[in-house]
């Protein structure tokens, strides 16, 4: 290729990367050091902002809501999207079909699926899972009001709208497992579990690395569907990083942009920590490839 | 074999499509009917076609009057613009429409608990010069001086009301007659009540409140406070008064309700409260006043016959009601570039006689006179509220320390803080906001 036609291609997406990403970031750092309101010019406050949210013990708690929900959901992505995969791997005819419902929930936007969700628990407005649920345990939960089944319904709705993602991912990868590999492991007599353990597995472990990524990022941002299934997040110590940015900076018209960027900054650092294993195990498969 | 297995597995995959299309069932929507009066709005024609970008929540209260201005205001070469949003998504847009030298809306609608503090920032234009032009031709004199007086600031009105709510008690009749009740006047009548229905064993938790700890938490401290005859803040001293003995009467007294109250009250809103009034898992709410309507409505309330009206009950007996006088009406920003005589005529046709008429029962138009005791089932328990209501809280300061202790007033009422830690917590909170304010 030419060094004309190289640049020819390279450029555009440059310039977007630049545009949607680089300027972005870098004005979000800035604000993080500044005293921000709408349409004003900042005033340089150094790391107040840091030392403000790192002195708040709300934003601790939201730390840990996060991270847990983050690995909790992540987890049960990749187990409960493989197996899903599998099954949906083993249809015939019906494969699309079945694969084009399972997606209807990957498409629903965050907030409307949460409010439908919540309905699912809220007595107020049928609850059927709440009925279900307390006919058989003989006590009221309070879904709502009570921090860890709140935490439960928070983690099963996640996992209801990104498993549809994770499923589609790990079936392409499963699609590319050579059929002849496993011909070998059936004809050596290895049982399912072990052709899926020692096979299978190995095969897609990139996928599954793709997947929880794609979740982990994903999840750190936990934001909408809070709004609708945890009205009393402070409270139970339920609230998200993505949601205290918003309660601290933006709620009811307020202008703590200053702020909010700081702890935008923390979160990409989180993330970044999160994803480095990840990261450093598909680098070390690229550099032997 | 394989056919066993691949049947399995489709039923398998059946199953778990089923769990993931399951939170759609029961998933249904209520759109609000159009309530749009042709009034006359005269203005002369502009010499070039102009579009005019209306910012005013959707509610049946505040409808009426967007849908009369959209509807009457375009013709002449205007064409008046109006996106539908809700509350919360209203308060962030003029946020941001207010920031910067100009912005995306020209007519905004606006309510007495925000508009000192836009009005001290010069967010927003004073109406005077305006009111005084035209006046006459729109009968602004018949606009109520006690819903002016909330709009204004510093002497300058800065927003025309539209309409107000207040706080309503709705009640079931059927229950409170079987039982041989009475509407309570005060909070220990409202218990006593509420605990003979719920020993009758008909309703669980008999009373509804609206006290998402989000939002409608802070206004119903506020209300109990207001009735308690204290205001957040003493207006000439510039000092907080929630190290006052009202500011832990208001919090035990809400407090004492919480045993007749759904657990989960904390995450109601005014929706929920109407649901569980709905529902009939509740036989007394309180809640604004644009929310009543609905409750009159078979369509929505099967129990709407059964339901009847009266003004709030005070806290201890006092004359000021658990209330709060909440104030509607339009404002134009100082940064918008239209004429502001063309945008004061479309305000101002909007709350005309004609649109406040068309605007009852669902609202109580600021225009005297609009509402009677027989305009709506609930007419006279409004208008008896309105008259008892605290009187408002018209400073800039006000809605910044709202939010500022609003997670704490939550804290205390669910019982996470003690009253006292959380008096200490908001005082220092509030002058905190105050020593913004020299």
Redesign the interface.
């Known amino acids: 290729m030419r060094r004309r036609e190289f640049l020819g291609f390279v450029t555009p997406s440059v310039l977007v990367m630049a545009g949607l990403l680089v300027l972005p970031l870098y004005q979000t750092i800035v604000w993080s050091l500044q005293r921000v309101n709408y349409g004003e010019a900042g005033e340089y406050v150094g790391f107040a902002n840091y030392a403000t949210a790192l002195a708040d013990p709300r934003f601790g708690q939201a730390v840990l809501f996060t991270v847990q929900l983050t690995v909790v959901v992540v987890i049960a992505l990749i187990i409960f999207g493989y197996l899903l995969a599998v099954l949906v791997n083993s249809l015939g005819r019906s494969k699309p079909f079945v694969l084009g419902v399972l997606l209807v929930s990957y498409v629903v936007p965050h907030v409307v699926g949460g409010a439908m969700f919540s309905w699912l628990f809220n007595s107020n407005f049928g609850g059927v899972l709440n009925y279900a649920i307390s006919s058989v345990l003989g006590t009221d939960i309070l879904w709502f009001a009570d921090a860890w089944p709140n935490r439960v319904m928070v983690a099963l709705n996640t996992l209801w709208f990104m498993i549809p993602f994770a499923m589609l991912v790990i079936l392409a990868g499963l699609q590319s497992v050579p059929e002849e590999i496993l011909e070998a492991a059936r004809i050596d007599g290895a049982p399912t579990w072990r052709v899926h353990w020692h096979v299978i597995i190995p095969s897609v472990r990139g996928v599954l690395g793709f997947v929880a990524i794609i979740s982990i990022m994903d999840v750190l941002r936990t934001f909408d569907q809070l709004v609708a299934l945890s009205p009393q997040a402070v409270q139970l110590g339920n609230e998200s990083v993505m949601l205290y940015v918003f309660n601290v900076a933006f709620q009811d018209g307020g202008q703590q942009l200053g702020l909010g960027s700081a702890v935008n900054v923390l979160l990409i650092a989180i993330i970044a920590v999160m994803l480095y294993p990840f990261i450093r195990g598909i680098a070390r498969e690229a550099r032997h490839a | 074999m394989i056919r066993s297995?691949?049947r399995t597995?489709?039923a398998?995959?059946?199953a778990?499509?089923a769990t993931?299309?399951?939170?759609?069932?029961?998933?249904g929507s209520r759109t609000p009917q159009a309530t749009a009066a042709q009034v006359p709005c005269e203005f002369p024609a502009p010499p070039q076609p102009v579009s005019v970008n209306v910012l005013a929540y959707n509610s049946s209260a505040v409808d009426p009057f967007t849908n009369t201005m959209v509807k009457s205001c375009t013709k002449n070469g205007l064409t008046v613009n109006h996106e539908p949003i809700d509350f919360a998504g209203q308060?962030?847009k003029?946020?941001?429409t207010l920031?910067?030298?100009t912005g995306t809306y020209d007519i905004l609608e606006n309510y007495g608990f925000?508009v000192p503090t836009q009005a001290a920032d010069g967010k927003i234009r004073p109406l005077d010069d305006l009111v005084a032009k035209y006046g006459a031709q729109y009968g602004l004199d018949q606009i109520s001086p006690a819903m002016r007086k909330v709009m204004t600031y510093d002497g300058k009105l800065y927003a025309l009301p539209m309409q107000a709510q207040m706080y309503v008690m709705a009640y079931r009749k059927d229950v409170f007659d079987q039982l041989g009740l009475k509407p309570p006047t005060t909070f220990a009548e409202l218990r006593d009540v509420a605990g003979k229905i719920q020993a009758a064993g008909q309703i669980k938790y008999p009373i509804a409140l609206p006290l998402?700890?989000?939002s409608d938490i802070i206004t119903a401290y506020d209300s109990a406070l207001g009735s308690l005859g204290v205001d957040f803040v003493d207006a000439q001293t510039k000092q907080p008064n929630f190290d006052e003995p009202q500011a832990a009467q208001a919090f035990e007294e809400l407090r004492s309700l919480l045993p007749f109250m759904d657990?989960?009250v904390?995450?109601?809103?005014q929706p929920?409260v109407q649901?569980?009034m709905y529902?009939g898992?509740a036989a007394i709410s309180i809640m604004f006043s644009g929310r009543m309507s609905d409750l009159t409505q078979a369509k929505n309330n099967r129990f709407a016959q059964q339901t009847a009206f009266a003004a709030p009950p005070s806290v201890a007996g006092g004359e000021a009601l658990y209330n709060t006088l909440s104030v509607d009406g339009w404002s134009i920003p100082a940064n918008t570039k239209a004429d502001p005589e063309l945008l004061f005529n479309l305000i101002a046709a909007s709350v005309g006689p004609e649109s406040s008429k068309a605007a009852v029962p669902a609202a109580y138009p600021a225009r005297e006179g609009s509402v009677t005791a027989d305009s709506s089932p609930y007419a006279a328990a409004a208008l008896e509220s309105i008259g008892k209501a605290p009187a408002a809280e018209p400073y800039p300061w006000t809605?910044r320390i709202s939010?500022e202790i609003r997670?704490v007033v939550?804290?205390v009422i669910?019982g996470?803080t003690p009253i006292a830690e959380g008096q200490a917590k908001m005082q220092q909170l509030a002058n905190g906001v105050l020593a913004q304010y020299p």
């Open positions: 297995r691949v597995a489709g398998l995959a059946l778990t499509v993931l299309l399951l939170p759609a069932c029961g998933a308060v962030q003029t946020t941001a920031a910067g030298p925000v998402l700890a989000s657990p989960q904390a995450t109601f809103d929920a649901q569980q529902n898992s809605s939010n997670p939550a804290d669910l996470k």
